[in-house]
């Protein structure tokens, strides 16, 4: 649009007046949001209702089991926000990550010319497509993880890894006496490592990784399927091997189709995060919006501050995604 | 033109508050009330003891007889009622925003709530505490055995705080999983996810004796929280908070009087007691003072009846004692203010 110049003198007049209307539109909407904020603000001084963020500063007094920051109960509600946030960025994360991985694997799978990869492909995409994700969240949670045996009869995966309905723990590593890594010790009530995840956040990951990778095989599959028959075969004719030629000549230009729709799928993975306040996983909606709202008495900011995060890295990630797409865009096209 | 955009956009503002009353300082909750016929109160589901349903889906437990306290004072009804089912963690919003008319089901009365919410709080009608239960195999008998357990708790309640203090006034390392219910949460407890399960002793009790095996599970003797639970309404309506505070009162009083389900009509034509026929309406215009029939309290003692009444009702059967809850005059702390 941009390029292309406008060289009737009609066609400027027009562009005039869209430029006033849209100034017009801008300001009507600042009006409109002005408006909202202050009849909100005095309708609740007007029901006693105390409003303003300085409880942000106030002290949590509240214990998250998760948190990748220090925190304790005298840390300031920010900080326990901030908790919340890493929380729930490191699930997006891990679910990302994980969806793509299973995404790629079964999109090729699907066209696999092998007949048991290729069925067992689709029928991964049809029962984890086709079952709502909460359901398969409580599914993992409620049944898969509680099948797990108790702290007694742990599974030791490894020496160091240790797995029961407590979480999945790893080892301690310690750097006092050189590097030294030690396996997961019990204690009275349950397993103490370095580092461990909880149910909750194992019965998310998979829930939501299965159920997005099958989102994303598709649009893998699509992507592999929009590369010209032709570049298949002249990669093969060159002699190349098959995998050469996939991870060479078509991976390349799938991936072109592929971005717009994957962008879709993880900001739609992001915000399914927030269905961990379902089964207990401290990530925003649980703290914030549940525990902070009722301690604090704030709904109005507390929401304010849980719609901004959303948005706001559901921009970054189309934005990042955005940028990867144009760089990968061919040019001249 | 702009004030064309500016009435728009007032007008579409108040459409976005329109869950919120034009403003507290003229809001009549009577009113609205008595126009509807029909009394809103927000119970919390599946809490035995406080709020089940039966099989024929009618509603009862001790919360459920709350509501029905304050609907047979208002409405004279005491089933003219529409249940709004809330959680503990919508029940302060939605009352905020005029969703229900009151709130009597199990919240704690405690200073911030008070003073930040723009809600009241219509006197204390049940001492709780908050308790822990464990497995039995698990060989913990107090509190303080519990350091690096993990415990289950239902999100923005004051359990969740209580906590909180009583580990860290005790250096004790806990860990803690948060749900969105009691429910979920002793579920959770039930399943394993945690090796102590917290919230009030009443709602408790009820939950474990109303288990499968109760006898697998012990529940605590420590108390670590005072938790006086009072009826909530918003704040800025004066009179809707007295009507609500007198129905509360009007159920101890009547225990005072020795008057019950089955004795107060007789009681109401028999009493020389000038207290008690101002109680129940004989003189006085004691219910137009209120704003309400002169029957008022007699339709709450005849229908749903006094205090004791209520208790052994719902949670003698749990095998809970009054304790606290017993009338001043037996050692508790329920006393009734004077009608006169």
């Known amino acids: 649009m941009g390029r292309r110049r406008s060289g009737f003198p009609g066609e400027l007049v027009r562009k005039n007046s869209a430029f006033w209307l849209q100034c017009l539109l801008g300001l009507a909407l600042v009006a409109l949001v002005v408006l909202v904020f202050r009849t909100t603000q005095s309708n609740l001084e007007l029901l006693g209702v105390q409003s303003g963020f300085d409880f942000l500063w106030k002290k949590a007094g509240f214990s998250i089991s998760q948190h990748l920051i220090p925190y304790t109960e005298d840390s300031p509600i920010w900080v326990a926000l901030a908790v919340a946030i890493l929380n729930t960025l490191l699930l997006a994360v891990f679910c990302i990550f994980l969806a793509s991985l299973l995404g790629l694997f079964v999109g090729i799978g699907r066209l696999s010319s092998n007949w048991l990869v290729s069925r067992l492909s689709l029928a991964y995409l049809e029962v984890f497509r086709n079952i709502p994700v909460l359901l398969q969240i409580f599914f993992w949670y409620y049944v898969a993880l509680r099948a797990l045996p108790s702290l007694e009869s742990s599974i030791f995966i490894s020496d160091y890894l240790v797995l029961n309905n407590r979480g999945l723990y790893f080892p301690f590593i310690e750097f006092a006496n050189g590097f030294s890594i030690n396996p997961p010790v019990m204690g009275r009530f349950a397993y103490e490592g370095g580092f461990y995840l909880m149910p909750e956040f194992l019965a998310l990951w998979i829930g939501l990784s299965l159920y997005n990778g099958s989102y994303i095989s598709e649009i893998v599959r699509s992507g592999f399927q929009s590369v010209a028959r032709g570049q298949w075969e002249a990669g093969t004719a060159l002699g190349l091997k098959p995998a050469t030629v996939l991870r060479r000549v078509a991976f390349p230009q799938a991936l072109r189709a592929v971005l717009p729709p994957l962008t879709t799928v993880y900001m739609n993975m992001f915000k399914a995060t927030s269905l961990a306040a379902a089964i207990a996983y401290p990530e925003i909606v649980s703290v914030f919006v549940g525990t902070v709202n009722n301690l604090a008495g704030r709904p109005v900011e507390v929401m304010a501050v849980s719609l901004v995060f959303y948005a706001g890295v559901s921009f970054l990630v189309a934005w990042l995604m955005g940028r990867w797409n144009k760089r990968v865009t061919l040019r001249g096209q | ?340």
């Open chain 2, 1 to 340: 033109m702009v004030e064309a955009v500016l009435r728009l956009g007032r007008g579409m503002a108040l459409c976005a508050l329109a869950v919120l009353p034009a403003g507290g300082a003229f809001a009549d909750t009577l009113s609205d009330v008595l126009e509807r016929g029909m009394l809103r109160c927000a119970v919390i589901e599946a809490s035995p003891g406080f709020s089940s349903i039966d099989a024929n889906g009618r509603r009862y437990g001790f919360d459920i007889d709350n509501c029905r306290t304050v609907a047979a004072a208002v409405l004279g009804d005491a089933d003219a009622i529409e249940y709004v089912p809330i959680n503990p963690n919508t029940a302060f919003t939605t009352l905020q925003s005029g969703g229900v008319d009151v709130f009597p089901g199990g919240a704690t009365w405690t200073f911030l709530r008070d003073t930040s919410m723009g809600l009241d709080y219509t006197g204390t009608y049940l001492y709780a505490g908050q308790g822990f239960v464990v497995r039995r195999a698990s060989g913990v008998s107090s509190v303080t055995d519990l350091e690096g357990a993990t415990i289950c708790v239902a999100q923005g309640t004051t359990n969740e705080q209580n906590l909180a203090d009583f580990f860290r006034a005790r250096r004790m390392k806990y860990s803690i999983v948060t749900f969105a219910d009691v429910e979920r949460g002793l579920n959770a407890y039930l399943a394993d996810r945690c090796d102590a399960f917290t919230t009030e002793v009443f709602s408790l009790a009820g939950r474990i004796v109303a288990l499968r095996n109760p006898g697998e599970h012990r529940i605590l003797g420590d108390v670590i929280s005072k938790e006086p639970f009072s009826g909530l309404v918003r704040q800025g309506d004066p009179r809707w908070r007295d009507i609500v505070f007198w129905a509360f009162n009007s159920r101890v009083a009547a225990e005072e009087f020795g008057l019950t389900m089955s004795t107060v009509e007789e009681m109401r034509a028999t009493t020389e007691d000038a207290e008690i026929r101002r109680f129940l309406g004989v003189e006085g215009g004691f219910g137009r003072q209120l704003g309400l029939r002169e029957d008022w309290a007699y339709q709450i003692v005849a229908q749903v009846g006094n205090y004791g009444e209520v208790f052994a009702r719902h949670f003698e059967p749990l095998g809970l004692e009054r304790g606290l809850n017993a009338l001043w005059r037996d050692g508790g702390l329920m006393i009734a203010m004077p009608y006169r």
